[in-house]
């Protein structure tokens, strides 16, 4: 089976700290992805990224960076927390012999204070 | 603006009656469409898929029905069991796009034994 980690399942920051959220991946899978979900507005695409060092920004990437040095892990980085950043954070990969079924980590439940 | 919509915020049917689900996009580009079902406090798990060149595929007890002239598609579960209450999001990809996938809101589905 896929197996989708996620460093934390609940974390708590303050405004303006820099948040690090770690995803890693044990498949091999090129193709990793960050969203975050929030209440009424279903899953958004943060990040994503084809292979190592090589990313390519998703739909709401404003606030966030991102870091992909080893393929299996793919890291969110929040370079200044600001409290519109609470969320669900869920990282996705994908790769053979799968066609387009992402696999899903537990998620991270931000919440910056 | 939202590509792939999902009207319905919330379902609720009673054990063993069928569940239907709907989806439409906009997006004439999408090639692959998806529905993947989310327990609270867990990443999404792939549920279903369906191909443009299909407009009905079956698994157990789900079946995706896909009208391409309408573009719209359905989920439905028969028949419908407690477990399957969960929210479910339907999500489409379009090819040469990285295997992105862009999401609707969710429909929270509740079986009601």
């Known amino acids: 089976d896929v197996k989708v980690t996620q460093s934390s399942r609940y974390l708590v920051k303050r405004t303006g700290e820099k948040v690090f959220l770690e995803c890693v991946q044990d498949?091999?899978?090129?193709?990793m992805f960050w969203y975050r979900q929030d209440p009424g507005l279903g899953l958004r695409l943060i990040y994503f990224s084809y292979d190592v060092k090589m990313k390519e920004k998703g739909d709401i990437p404003e606030g966030y960076s991102v870091s992909r040095e080893k393929k299996e892990r793919f890291s969110l980085i929040l370079e200044s927390a600001s409290t519109n950043q609470t969320s669900m954070y869920l990282c996705a990969s994908l790769g053979p012999p799968f066609v387009d079924e992402q696999f899903f980590g537990p998620g991270t439940r931000l919440t910056v204070l | 603006d939202q590509q792939v919509k999902q009207n319905s915020p919330s379902l609720s049917v009673q054990e063993g009656r069928i569940s239907i689900l709907n989806c439409d996009y906009t997006?004439?580009?999408?090639?692959?469409f998806l529905w993947y079902k989310k327990y609270p406090a867990e990443g999404p798990t792939f549920l279903i898929s369906?191909?443009?060149?299909?407009d009905k595929n079956e698994d157990g007890r789900f079946t995706v029905f896909l009208n391409k002239s309408a573009k719209h598609l359905s989920l439905h579960i028969v028949p419908s069991q407690p477990g399957d209450s969960a929210v479910y999001f339907c999500?489409?990809?379009?090819?040469?796009?990285?295997?992105?996938?862009?999401f609707g809101k969710g429909t929270l589905l509740t079986v009601n034994p």
């Open positions: 999500a489409a990809s379009a090819e040469g796009s990285n295997y992105k996938l862009t």
């Open positions: 498949m091999d899978h090129e193709n």
């Open positions: 369906i191909s443009s060149i299909k």
């Open positions: 997006n004439s580009m999408f090639d692959y």
